[in-house]
């Protein structure tokens, strides 16, 4: 078994990991990223979204201030990575139209508008004849939406490249296999043993494998993450250019219960998403599941039947007991957290970067993180246990 030695191991080469491997990096840090596909994992399945108005759930008021203030870090955070690597993560802020069907969807809207107005956030209720004027391609019988020009979108299969072009550039080493063990000494993580037989001791471990974060074979089982895979199926057309616009912004509407959006990229493809399924890690693209996206979208904008069908694919979000992140420290000492991002994972991208920054410049999480310590369910499974 070779070993190597480092500050920080990142288990985990998704977005999460990579922004965690690459602000480590650049605090000097010796930095390894296991991973078997860097830049890979939930974000290459996701649409992008920076949805945290459009996408406020009740009771997760104290998440929504999480996300705000990771959309707001978005303008800065795309700008640096490109001045670091010249890529462009194709960030595109073209706001977000959410809209009715029928009588019982603009009833719904009209609450979620009411509770967006009383937590002050900008949405704008327009009537239907006004959302078909912005975009029209709706159908004929939206009965109304809310225009939110502060949602905006990301393409996260570029954000993912130039996270690792930063990674990278910033000195973190990446070795492509999965963390096959985490290994601990007594109550203190020492590191993990990977897949192609490298040992990696280090310092801290950060446990950035999105829901894989909750299965990893070493952790005692009290001390792993309690994060669930959330299933999404997702599609991808592509827009030829002689029918281009086709949408300008982000569409979204809540059809028969299920969240269904289009986010239309200026390269011409438009994502088409999502299922959420809580059946295990089941990742196969069903039959039904197209069905339904499609069926919900040709309600929402007919002339989607129209266009190629390019990729059907799907993907595991990580989900923890509240949907919120669990990030920074750990019971176990040596041990960091950041996952639990659930619906979430690409919109906080920024500001979990300057989460784990701070937690290994100073041990501790900023005062603005704290809801979402990584030890707030510990115990939890322990005292259910013995109930
Ligand atoms: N935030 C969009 C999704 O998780 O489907």
């Known amino acids: 078994m070779r070993t190597r030695t480092a500050d920080v191991l990142v288990v985990g080469g998704g977005i999460i990991g990579l922004v965690t491997a690459w602000r480590a990096a650049q605090r000097g840090l010796a930095t390894v990223v296991a991973d078997p596909s ?6 290459h399945v996701a649409a992008g979204m920076l949805a945290a108005v459009t996408e406020l759930q009740y009771g997760e008021q104290t998440l929504l201030d999480l996300n705000l203030a990771s959309a707001a870090r978005y303008p800065d955070f795309v700008e640096e990575l490109t001045a670091a690597t010249g890529l462009d993560s194709g960030y595109r802020p073209c706001g977000t139209l959410a809209v009715a069907l029928d009588a019982d969807d603009r009833a719904d809207l009209r609450d979620l508008h009411a509770f967006q107005s009383s937590l002050g956030l900008d949405a704008q209720w327009l009537s239907g004849r006004d959302c078909r004027r912005l975009e029209p391609l709706l159908a004929p019988g939206v009965r109304g939406g809310l225009r939110v020009d502060g949602d905006h979108q990301v393409d996260p299969r570029r954000l993912a490249a130039a996270l690792l072009r930063a990674a990278r550039s910033a000195g973190a080493d990446f070795v492509r296999a999965k963390a096959a063990r985490i290994t ?3 109550d203190r993580v020492t590191g993990a043993e990977l897949g192609d037989g490298t040992r990696v001791v280090a310092a801290r471990t950060v446990l950035a494998a999105g829901c894989e974060s909750g299965r990893l074979p070493g952790l005692p089982e009290d001390a792993l993450p309690p994060v669930r895979p959330v299933k999404g199926q997702i599609l991808r057309l592509r827009v030829p250019a002689e029918r281009a616009p086709f949408l300008s912004r982000t569409v979204r509407a809540v059809v028969r219960g299920s969240h269904v959006y289009l986010v239309p990229r200026e390269n011409g493809e438009l994502v088409l998403g999502a299922t959420s399924e809580e059946f295990g890690w089941d990742t196969a693209v069903t039959a ?3 069905y339904e996206l499609l069926r919900d979208a040709h309600e929402l904008v007919p002339g989607i039947t129209e266009l190629p069908l ?12 509240d949907n919120a992140p669990l990030l920074g420290p750990s019971p176990l000492e040596g041990l960091l957290l950041a996952t639990g991002h659930h619906r979430n994972g690409v919109l906080l991208t920024p500001i979990t970067g300057d989460v ?4 290994l410049d100073s041990g501790e999480l900023p005062d603005y993180a704290r809801p979402f310590a990584a030890g707030r369910f510990a115990g939890a499974a322990r005292r259910e246990q013995t109930v």
Not at 38 to 43: F, I, K, L
Not at 310 to 321: F, I, K, M, N, V
Not at 356 to 359: A, K, R
């Open 38 to 43: 860097p830049g890979g994992g939930a974000a």
């Open 184 to 186: 601990c000494a007594g």
């Open 288 to 290: 039904g599941g197209v």
């Open 310 to 321: 390019t990729e059907t694919l799907a993907g595991l979000r990580p989900g923890s007991p």
């Open 356 to 359: 784990l920054g701070h937690v």
